[in-house]
């Protein structure tokens, strides 16, 4: 209680601040320091997160180096990081007639539905982090649960448009569930489907990191079993170390996060984006594909960070008041995986978004993109996959450094299990499916069952990037170094000449 007057007692000041932060704290002794600052106008705090043990302060523009300096070198606080900007993926709307959904064809979702014998299930709850959805839209309406706007605190997630946003949270809803019962409508990969709506972002296009963390948090809590993310940012890990904690909050309780490349037509292997690059194991991140497997020009990919392509080039979907339109973007591509993925949750609950990821990438189809499977995916194939227990290994594509390790299950498979590498040199397997990486090159891991059942990986690359990620979310690695959490390095010399002995500025 003492906590919550505290905060509250904060945001009453109106002292001009120069750029907002969020403070993570070790423990509550920490107030003690942000109200100090607080009553001396330092800081203005203006909102607190207690499952993230996040506190977002405005800090004042006269004194900011310094106030930085003490709050990093508390022993009490873990780590401040700009409330940094997060943005959609998508080009801008092309208002053409109604085409028929070339997408939906080239995944052969149709017939993924007579395989499977249903068209998804609305017991699978897919929460769509977003610019809101309208959630009156005649083709959405049946398939919407109760949501929240993070950007305005309201209870109503309604999608608001502006000149950067035609209904970009809306158009990924469609994409993922629009029920197709509507003459002249769309329908999604997943028309069977419960869809809860998170309003993060704003009619401009943009919101920020701390509502982003927030509505993670608010879908793990109210029973999300799948997030679809298409944003991003292109900032250090470091920076982004609130948000990777909350993806691994929601990794640890089994929800799926399905995330966007991003735009840039950059190598996430080089360029750092979040959360696309975020590396936990029930995450997968989604290049676009256009309608003959060809890669767009603005699509991210990347072997090591970049799990599958999905049709993201002028996709038809839903849009506000009762509207549809094409989008482009790996925002459109992501919220296709999401929508397969909640189809292929339909047919088995118990899929973890590593097994799911690894279903994708070896029933996919082969396209000259450059992902970690080098393919698009096939929700016909996948579904075939999970109905007949298809034996799959698990990870089914990765990229480790030399003198790492990978431990392999088995997903559909009798015991007992025995593995082999189809190249020792580059990386040796024991019969326990334990993976060590020896020398720079590829190997394919092959595991056969008791039944006499085989599953081969794809290609295991050594020496690359890796697929995992550095220890902790976001966090310098054990000996001390790391990257400057703020993101500014000049910010960042000042504040390590005040206070040299901080971890980064070693």
């Not at 990794?251 to 735009?263: H, L, P, Q, R, Y």
Request: net charge neutral; hydrophobic share 40%.
């Amino acid at each position: 209680m003492k906590r919550i007057l505290f905060i509250g007692a904060l945001l009453v000041t109106s002292q001009v601040f120069a750029g907002e932060y969020l403070v993570k704290y070790r423990s509550s002794s920490a107030f003690s320091a942000l109200s100090a600052l607080s009553q001396s106008n330092q800081i203005q705090v203006l909102d607190n997160h207690t499952i993230g043990r996040i506190v977002k302060v405005d800090v004042n523009q006269d004194r900011e180096t310094v106030i930085l300096a003490s709050l990093l070198s508390n022993p009490s606080i873990e780590y401040v990081v700009p409330n940094f900007k997060l943005h959609t993926f998508s080009a801008p709307i092309d208002m053409m007639a109604l085409k028929n959904q070339w997408a939906i064809s080239k995944v052969q979702v149709e017939q993924a539905w007579q395989k499977a014998g249903n068209r998804g299930s609305k017991k699978v709850i897919v929460a769509v982090i977003d610019t809101g959805v309208d959630y009156k839209h005649n083709n959405l309406a049946a398939n919407m649960m109760e949501g929240y706007d993070f950007a305005e605190n309201t209870k109503d997630p309604m999608d608001k448009t502006g000149a950067q946003n035609p209904g970009h949270g809306t158009h990924c809803a469609g994409v993922v569930g629009a029920t197709g019962v509507v003459d002249q409508g769309t329908i999604g990969i997943s028309p069977e489907v419960t869809l809860m709506p998170l309003r993060f972002l704003t009619e401009n296009g943009s919101g920020d990191l701390n509502n982003a963390i927030k509505a993670i948090d608010y879908a793990v809590a109210n029973g999300a079993q799948v997030i679809s993310a298409s944003w991003g940012a292109t900032v250090p890990r470091s920076t982004a170390a609130p948000l990777l904690e909350a993806i691994k909050r929601a990794d640890d309780k089994g929800v799926i996060f399905v995330s966007a490349a991003a735009n840039d037509g950059k190598n996430n292997d080089v360029t750092e984006v979040y959360p696309a690059n975020n590396g936990f194991p029930n995450s997968i991140t989604v290049s676009a594909s256009g309608p003959n497997d060809e890669k767009p020009s603005w699509s991210n990919y990347g072997t090591a960070t970049v799990h599958v392509a999905a049709p993201g080039l002028n996709i038809m979907s839903t849009l506000p008041k009762n509207k549809y339109g094409e989008l482009s973007g790996t925002s459109m591509a992501t919220p296709l995986v999401s929508g397969l993925v909640a189809l292929l949750k339909a047919q088995d609950s118990s899929l973890t978004g590593a097994q799911i990821r690894a279903i994708l990438q070896t029933s996919g189809a082969k396209a000259q993109i450059q992902t970690a499977c080098n393919c698009r995916v096939d929700a016909l194939q996948a579904v075939d996959v999970v109905i007949s227990k298809k034996m799959t290994l698990v990870p089914a594509a990765a990229s480790v450094a030399t003198g790492g390790t990978i431990n392999f299950e088995v997903w559909s498979g009798k015991a007992p299990f025995k593995f082999v590498s189809s190249n020792p040199s580059v990386a040796s397997v024991t019969d326990a499916g334990a993976m060590t990486a020896a020398s720079n090159g590829t190997a394919k891991i092959t595991v056969t069952d008791a039944s006499g059942a085989t599953a081969t990986t794809l290609d295991i690359n050594v020496g690359a990037k890796s697929s995992n990620p550095p220890p902790g979310p976001g966090q310098p690695p054990p000996d001390g170094g790391g990257e400057c959490p703020i993101g500014d390095p000049q910010l960042c010399e000042i504040i390590c000449q005040i206070q040299p002995d901080l971890p980064f500025c070693k």
